[in-house]
């Protein structure tokens, strides 16, 4: 019986296949690094696809456009924005606490997230990004008309008063 040795692969290492998910969120953090740099219409796919490092064929796996993968991005950035605001308005307090919170968070988002900031409101010259940032800042408006709407009435309050003048 001989002895079988083992030769040494001379290929280098499989890399580990990302799961989709993954490789999505990772195309949209380059998408954010380049469109925060560049704007819309100054970054293109290859631009994305050299900050991630991937090849445009595989962006285009995972978004049928650079629009697409845009407003993919507006979607997120904003959800992390309106989880933010729903948390300060989740917490029990009262009105006037829930608002500054939610203004807080608002600006934590603005200083902790430049880039997140920069993609929402950037291109909103754009008419087809217009309407949407347009839905967002409704959404934004909803949600702190929901914090300055939950606050009751203390007796004596201006709103109060202003009952009381018309009655």
């Not at 989709?20 to 560049?38: I, N, Q």
């Not at 631009?47 to 962006?59: C, E, F, N, P, R």
Request: cysteine-free; aromatic content about 6%; proline content about 4%.
């Amino acid at each position: 019986m001989t002895a079988r040795t083992e030769t040494p692969s001379t290929s280098a290492p499989r890399r580990r296949r990302m799961p989709a998910e993954e490789r999505r969120e990772a195309l949209l953090d380059a998408a954010l690094d380049v469109f925060a740099a560049r704007g819309y219409h100054g970054s293109s796919i290859d631009d994305i696809a050299q900050a991630a490092g991937v090849s445009k064929a595989l962006i285009y796996e995972h978004f049928e456009s650079k629009k697409e993968l845009h407003a993919s991005l507006l979607e997120a950035q904003s959800e992390e924005l309106f989880v933010r605001l729903a948390s300060a308005a989740a917490t029990g307090e009262p009105g006037e606490v829930r608002l500054r919170a939610g203004v807080d968070a608002f600006l934590s988002f603005v200083e902790e997230r430049r880039e997140g900031w920069r993609v929402l409101f950037r291109d909103a010259a754009d008419p087809d990004l217009a309407r949407v940032l347009d839905e967002l800042q409704a959404q934004a408006t909803a949600a702190v008309a929901g914090l300055i709407a939950a606050e009751p009435t203390a007796p004596g309050d201006a709103r109060d008063q202003r009952v009381a003048w018309r009655s």
